[in-house]
Each structure stands twice: as C-alpha cells, then as structure tokens.
C-alpha cells in the first residue's frame, strides 16, 4: 500500500513545536525551498504564498532596475496572513502581533547574521507556520488578557502558574512578553516571590518587558521588587536593552530605581554604545548625567563615539564630542572613527569630525587612510573633503595610492579628480601590496587594463602614466584578449612591443607569442617594431628537430618553430609567417617551419618569401625603418614626405608606390 507524503503546507503538524524549533523548520524551508518568480503561476494558494516570500532569496540578475529589490519583497497583501483578531484583548494589537513582525529576543541567536532581506523572508514564513499552533489553556488566556479566568487559576491555586515551560518560562514571563499589565498584577500579588523568577537563559519579566517597550509593565514589576540590574545570558541589563531598542520613558524609570549605566554585555558593549549606535541624543544625555563612561570599550575596542560615527549620528558625535570623548579613538583593526564614517559614506559625521580636529592621516592596521576608504566605497563628496587635508607623504608610507584603488573599482570620476589634484598616476604600489597579487602588479594603469577599462586607460596615458613599468607589460593583458582598442592606446604612448614574459621565457617577443590568434593585433605589433627577425632564428637551422617534450622546464627558452607548431593554431600558422617574413630580410626557415608550410600546397608560395632576391623596395623599407628606430616609428607620419611614401613605410598593404 503506498504511503501518501505528508502535506508541509498543513500547519496543524508543527502545533507540538517550541517557538525554537519552529523558526529552525522555517530556516530550513527558506533556504531549500526553489525560487518561483512572482508572476509565474501554481498549483496551491499556500505554496503561492510561499514562493512570493521566498523570492527575495533568489540571486538578483546581474542588470536590475533600481527598485526591484523593493518588489522582490512586496509580497500581495492577499498572501500575507493577517493578526488575529482577539475579542477580548485588554490592549490590541497583542504583543503577539509586534513579536509576529518585531526581531524576537527569544529566538535572536538563531539569525544573528541573517541580512534583512532574509530576515522578512523569515519572519513571513515563521508568521504562516505560528499562526496554526495550539496555543496551551494559560497561553491563550494571558494573550487575550482574560483576567476573570486567569483569578479562577490563582483561586484554584493551579499549579501551570508556576511550571516552566521547555525554555525554562513561567505564567509571568508570558504575561511580560505579552504586555498583559493586569494579568502581571494578577500574577505579582499572587507570588511575590516569582517577580526575579528566570527563564533558562536567565531572562527576568523586567527584561522581557523592557525589550516589548512595555512602559506601565516595567513601572509596576520595579515597584514590586524587581531586579534592575538582572542581566541574561549575554549580560544584557534592562538599561542595555531599552537602549537597545530606544524608549526615553523605560531608560528614566531604570535609572530612577537603581540601573548600573557601565554595566556591559557578553560583546563588552554598554548601553551608552547602544543608544550611540541608535543615534538618540537624549538618551545619551540621560546616561552620561548618571556617570557613563565614554572610554568603555567592547571586544573589538571600540567605544561608544566609533559606534556614533559609524552609525553617522551627528547629533551624537558632537555631545560625545562635548562631553571629552577620544575623537580619535580606534578600534582593534586601527580604523579611527573617520575612517569608519567614511567607510559608510556618512559625509555630515565626516565633516563634524574634521571640524572637531579628527586626523585623517591616522591609517588601520593594514595600513589604509580614511582617504583609501572614501575611494574604495565610491564616496566622491567625502573623496573631496578629505584631498586636501591628507599627507601625501602618509600616502606614500602607505604603499598604495588612491588611484590604484580607483583603478582597481573601475571608478572613473574618482580617478579624474584624483589626477586633476595632483597625484601621480606613475605611483607603484609597495613590493609588500605587489606580492599580494600573482602578477605582480604595481600600477594604476595595469589595473584599468586588467579590467578592460578603455576611458581609465586613455585618461592615465594622456595624465603621463608610463605604460612600462609593471613587471608583467600590460601591453601583453591586451594582446592575449584581442583588446585592440587599448592595445593600439599602449602602443601609442610608448608600450614596449617586445616586452617578455618573466616566467616564460622565449627567443622571441613574447607579445607574438601571445598574438598568433590575432593577425589584427599581431600586424599593430610588427608595424610598430616588433622584432620579427627573432622568430627566425633556430640554432637547429635545416637539421632534424628534437621532439617537442609536454611539458618544459621554466628556464628552458621557447623557440618560435616550437610555438607556432601547436595543434590550436595550425590552420592558420601558414599566414602568421607570411606576415612576418613581411618584415624581415634575408632569413633562413628551420627544418620545422619548411615542415609547416609544406603540409598545405597553397602555402608553397610562402616558402619563396624566404629566398632572395628580395625586392628592392622592400629591402629599402626595412633598412629606412631599422634606423628610424622603434621611438620613431610612432612619428612616421609628421617626416616631411610623400603620403603615398609614408604610407607604404607603415606598412599600408592597400598602398602601393606605383
């Protein structure tokens, strides 16, 4: 008899679950779930539904308009189930609702990490699969805030009031979770004694209460004994947790009955750090008047001003300011609180703190300026407040320029303004940052190079960058990818076109090597001066060749017969060396390359290229051309002679002299 599979979609199995594990199960179901574009049609409402939430975990394409990652999470309100609505609810909305659409304290080490994006995408799914559980008698009774029936319990001194569920909560954390005030009166007067009772990871009903924001709540479990100073697991206080999630009201009734303000978490952070971070001045204030310490630091060294100016809360940075805070204090990387409001793009806080005399020559551990930073992330109105008040001198202890990071990240205007203040785009990054790249790359022209960045190219060649420089030519990055735009740039300002391959070494210039695939890109070189003569030059001449072996030795020198006799390019080795013998003299062809051009008849003519006599003018060509030099061949065009002439030493084969 065949069993039928279960259906995922009847909620009514998950009802036996802990909150934990239900949020585990949507995890789960998120990230194994298939993407299902939103307009795309389905079988089921529910797995509708479950598609549309879960689309914002699909890759986003590679060209999206600008607002469609808002659509990606809008899902129709058709498909998201509703709050409950609950007849007898003392203060609706219930607490159940903001938990259904608020980050759950009680779940929050589940997705500590998740992105937003993943976090809505969790919260809808958690919302359609908590909708359907069972609720216990007690649980339903303090979420509807049903006090008549909750005094029935307390009368009856049933025992549910006092057992703790699996995660270690009784009837007065729930009611505090829930911002039930009367049924916590109920509760309190009951057992005064269960007002500091804990969960299992040590959180009081003050604690829950606090992070709900429930006011009235807090007031009354603090005028029945609670503890102010009772931290959970993570030593999260009270104080740190209405810092946490801002409520001026909770902060002053804490502090009023007691509240440590430099007490500190599992991470080392404060709750002055927390109401930095979330930018409330006020609460700031009130925490500073009762004697918070602006050095405290967390775990990665970081004090409360960082966390401002991270954060670019303006108003915050400049009371910290006020109140004696380190403006340069850093953290445990070296980055300063500059250098981190520039790292977020927060230009106001960038501009307070230059104002309060923050240094923006002070660099991280891995020797980075705020001015680095600013490049790097494409903050261009923050890149022009910080030019002309960074240390070139500081910049060259750096080991890398501004330009090379705009060079890198392909941001043109950047790299303009940066050329247009001054700096010098001929600057070679440290032999410490070249060794990080397999190239060895030293240049801000490399980069845009490597990157295929036409505009950057020509705008560092016409800024004076010098095309030679980099151990690898970038002139060799073009050739092998046919880049015959930027090849033709590098060639014109001065490119080497007989540049070598450093672990590669070869009797030719590695630039042919690297163009034989290209007879375009192969003619800009040999019309340019690439030395073709070397390709010719065989020390076996007419005698047998050795097998060419798989694989050579690194330091074992690669001759241009061997080369060219690779399978790949067979078809098409024949008119590579009719075009070079273009450009040479008298040369003898090696056994090998006799080999190549006999295997096809039709290049039996090529052979007669090699043999002289030669004709005149071409012997005349090579000889005009060899003393011009290469440096010289560039300016052909401005000697004073006949255009027909000019063209022809340039080798214009659409050109003739007759």
């Not at 129709?76 to 609810?89: E, L, M, V």
């Not at 303090?142 to 009856?156: E, F, H, P, S, Y």
């Not at 001054?422 to 410490?432: H, I, K, P």
Request: hydrophobic letters at 40%; proline letters at 6%.
């Amino acid at each position: 008899m065949a069993v039928s599979k279960p259906d995922l979609e009847d909620f009514s199995v998950y009802s036996h679950l802990s909150d934990d594990e239900l949020l585990q199960i949507a995890v789960e179901r998120s990230l194994s779930d298939k993407y299902i574009h939103p307009g795309s049609s389905s079988s089921s409402s529910s797995s509708s539904s479950s598609s549309s939430m879960l689309s914002a975990l699909a890759p986003e394409p590679r060209h999206k308009s600008p607002d469609q990652s808002e659509h990606l999470l809008q899902v129709p309100p058709s498909q998201i189930p509703q709050p409950p609505h609950f007849q007898n609810c003392a203060n609706p909305p219930t607490a159940l609702s903001q938990f259904l659409y608020k980050a759950s304290k009680r779940n929050k080490d589940l997705v500590p990490h998740c992105s937003n994006k993943v976090k809505i995408v969790l919260t809808q799914y958690f919302l359609v699969l908590l909708w359907f559980r069972e609720f216990s008698h007690l649980q339903s009774i303090i979420i509807n805030g049903d006090t008549k029936a909750l005094i029935d319990l307390v009368r009856q001194g049933s025992s549910s009031l006092m057992e703790p569920n699996d995660e270690g909560w009784i009837a007065l954390h729930e009611a505090a979770y829930y911002g039930q005030l009367q049924c916590i009166r109920i509760l309190v007067r009951a057992d005064p004694s269960s007002v500091n009772k804990c969960t299992l990871k040590k959180e009081t009903a003050l604690l829950l209460a606090v992070y709900q924001g429930e006011v009235s709540c807090v007031e009354f479990l603090l005028k029945h004994g609670a503890n102010v100073n009772a931290a959970n697991k993570e030593r999260e206080t009270p104080l740190f947790a209405a810092c946490e999630n801002p409520n001026k009201d909770i902060v002053n009734l804490l502090l009023m009955n007691g509240a440590q303000v430099n007490l500190t978490c599992s991470q080392g952070g404060s709750a002055l750090h927390e109401a930095c971070r979330c930018g409330c001045p006020k609460l700031c204030q009130m925490l500073l008047d009762c004697g918070a310490d602006l050095k405290t630091k967390n775990i990665y060294n970081i004090q409360p001003l960082f966390v401002a100016a991270q954060q670019g809360q303006t108003e915050v940075l400049q009371l910290l300011a006020k109140r004696g805070a380190d403006i340069n204090g850093q953290a445990g990387d070296g980055a300063s609180p500059l250098y981190e409001a520039c790292k977020n793009g927060h230009i106001l806080a960038v501009q307070i703190l230059l104002d309060l005399k923050a240094d923006p020559n002070r660099a991280t551990k891995s020797g980075l300026l705020p001015l680095h930073v600013a490049v790097k992330n494409n903050h261009h109105g923050i890149m022009l407040l910080l030019i002309p008040v960074t240390s070139r001198v500081k910049i060259r202890t750096c080991g890398i320029s501004p330009l090379h990071i705009a060079a890198e990240k392909n941001r043109n205007e950047i790299m303009e303004q940066l050329i247009k203040s001054g700096f010098d785009v001929n600057t070679e990054l440290s032999d410490e940052r070249s060794r990080m790249y397999e190239d060895r790359r030293r240049t801000a022209l490399y980069f845009s190079v490597y990157n295929g960045n036409l505009e950057a190219v020509e705008m560092l060649l016409q800024a004076g960058a010098n095309p030679n420089l980099d151990t690898f030519n970038p002139l060799l990055i073009a050739v092998r990818l046919a880049w015959m735009d930027i090849a033709e740039l590098l060639v014109k300002y001065g490119a080497d076109v007989n540049a070598q391959i450093f672990t590669m070494p070869s009797s030719f210039p590695s630039a042919i090597l690297l163009s034989m695939e290209s007879p375009p890109i192969l003619k800009l070189l040999l019309d340019n001066g690439c030395d073709a003569r070397l390709c010719f030059d065989c020390t076996y001449g007419l005698k047998p060749h050795p097998v060419i072996a798989p694989s050579r030795h690194p330091i074992e020198e690669l001759r241009y017969c061997e080369a060219i006799s690779g399978s790949s390019i067979s078809r098409i080795s024949g008119p590579i060396i009719s075009m070079l013998l273009d450009y040479v003299g008298h040369v003898q062809l090696c056994s090998r390359l006799l080999k190549i051009l006999d295997s096809q008849s039709d290049w039996e003519t090529i052979k007669l290229k090699a043999f002289p006599p030669h004709p005149l003018m071409q012997l005349c060509r090579l000889k005009i051309r060899h003393h011009l030099g290469i440096q010289r061949l560039r300016l052909l065009h401005t000697l004073p002679l006949p255009v027909p002439l000019i063209r022809f030493l340039r080798y214009d084969m659409q050109t003739s002299l007759t």
